[in-house]
């Protein structure tokens, strides 16, 4: 059985926004919040990319046009940037 607890759209934002207004620290708010740094990571980044309704549960996957997915290909192997960095300019 899973030990997760879900956090609500309300509890992520809460997380970010201490993180981006208060500037507090990854570890404080994952231990606070009892969750991983990863989660906080991983909010804060979905926060950046798609705001609020990135904070939603997403119970589909999403699916990327293989245009989207050539280009982010292709700038990766023409060193255009890190994995990170690009998923972040095309959305994955």
Known sequence: MSKRSPKSVEEKLEVVLRYQ?????VG??????G?????VRDWIRKYQ???IEGLKESH???KYSSELKKSAV???LDGKGSTHTICQKYGI
């Open 21 to 25: 207004i208060e500037g507090e620290a």
């Open 35 to 39: 969750i991983s740094k990863y989660s």
């Open 28 to 33: 404080q708010l994952a231990r606070e919040y």
């Open 74 to 76: 292709e700038d990766y």
């Open 60 to 62: 589909t996957w999403k």
């Open 49 to 51: 990319t798609n705001g």
